[in-house]
């Protein structure tokens, strides 16, 4: 039996709402759980202190080099304002295009994780190392080179729009969470050694670019690939039973839409409706199933 047509390829119209409705629910959930600051940066400094206790602390050189260095910490700002915003869709879309019976996999794995990374920041609202107090040591390269890009001061967003976003939604870090999503769909399907080399450079280097810019910690990266690994195994339970509530909405649609009629009253070879054929049709297919007559 084939497969129905839905299953192998997915329509635009379709996926756009979909897609927007998901990536709606995240931005608003990010607006309204800010978190009170007081836990944010006591979650934050927790963070900081099981690093140093583990010797994971790699924040603090990678920042010192960002900041002591503006042709690293300009094209690493410039990276982590916007290529999150144009890789990921971009993978997305080709996905789409090229790659139709792996799509809705790929795009539930995507959203089961964006929605895991939104409890994430619900329950565990987290004080990037940027908003840190200056005794602990780390520079906000967002501000340090604002002039140089659209950012402001106070966040990753276009000037005058800082206080939209949520800036204590640090822990997971989805920045490095996508990327790996965006390597592993280059990795299984790009099919050459570019989309390879990429697969795994553009990852490593969103990791980098979110510790440098001092807008994650190390275990907000570890805790972004987990996150996604999370999502990985709780999609392909729920894209089951998406496929099941939509088998059962086709199934109920084509049997309202049978031709069957009311008790009593069924259509006969040739009928649309009951009663369609009149009785001299019928009287003319007997003339013409009678034998003739001789001549």
Request: proline fraction near 5%; avoid cysteine.
């Given at each position: 039996m084939q497969p129905p047509q839905h299953a192998t390829r997915p329509r635009w119209w379709t996926e756009l709402p979909l897609i927007a409705l998901i990536y709606g629910a995240y931005t608003l959930g990010r607006l309204i759980v800010r978190g009170d600051e007081a836990r944010a940066v006591e979650h934050g400094l927790s963070i900081l202190r099981l690093e140093k206790v583990?010797?994971?602390?790699?924040?603090?050189?990678?920042?010192?080099?960002?900041?002591?260095?503006?042709?690293?910490?300009?094209?690493?700002?410039?990276?982590?304002?916007?290529?999150?915003?144009?890789i990921?869709?971009?993978?997305?879309?080709?996905?789409?295009?090229?790659?139709?019976?792996?799509?809705?996999?790929?795009r539930g794995w995507l959203m089961t994780?964006?929605?895991?990374?939104?409890?994430?920041?619900t329950f565990l609202p987290t004080c990037p190392p940027r908003l840190l107090p200056a005794v602990h040591g780390?520079?906000?390269?967002?501000?340090?080179?604002?002039?140089?890009?659209?950012?402001?001061?106070?966040a990753s967003a276009p000037r005058g729009l800082g206080g939209m976003t949520n800036q204590f939604a640090a822990m997971p870090s989805l920045h490095v969470g996508w990327a790996l999503w965006c390597g592993v769909m280059l990795w299984r399907f790009g099919g050459?050694?570019?989309?390879?080399?990429?697969?795994?450079?553009?990852?490593?280097?969103?990791?980098?670019?979110?510790?440098?810019?001092?807008?994650?910690?190390?275990?907000?990266?570890?805790?972004?690939?987990?996150?996604?690994?999370?999502?990985?195994?709780?999609?392909?339970?729920?894209?089951?039973?998406?496929?099941?509530?939509r088998t059962r909405f086709a199934l109920a649609s084509s049997a309202t839409g049978s031709s069957i009629v009311s008790a009593g009253c069924e259509t006969s070879a040739g009928e649309r409706i009951p009663g369609?054929?009149?009785?001299?049709?019928?009287?003319?297919?007997?003339?013409?199933?009678?034998p003739s007559t001789a001549r």
């Open positions: 583990l010797h994971l602390n790699a924040e603090h050189p990678l920042n010192r080099l960002f900041t002591h260095t503006p042709a690293l910490g300009i094209p690493a700002d410039f990276i982590y304002a916007s290529l999150h915003y144009v990921t869709p971009a993978v997305l879309i080709w996905m789409f295009r090229r790659r139709p019976t792996q799509y809705r996999a790929a994780s964006t929605l895991l990374g939104l409890i994430g920041f780390f520079t906000d390269t967002m501000a340090q080179y604002s002039s140089h890009g659209w950012w402001g001061g106070e050459s050694r570019i989309t390879r080399i990429a697969a795994v450079a553009y990852p490593l280097t969103i990791t980098f670019v979110v510790m440098g810019t001092a807008n994650h910690y190390l275990l907000d990266a570890v805790a972004g690939v987990a996150v996604m690994g999370l999502g990985l195994l709780l999609s392909r339970p729920l894209l089951r039973l998406a496929e099941r509530v369609q054929r009149t009785s001299s049709d019928t009287r003319a297919e007997a003339d013409d199933g009678a």
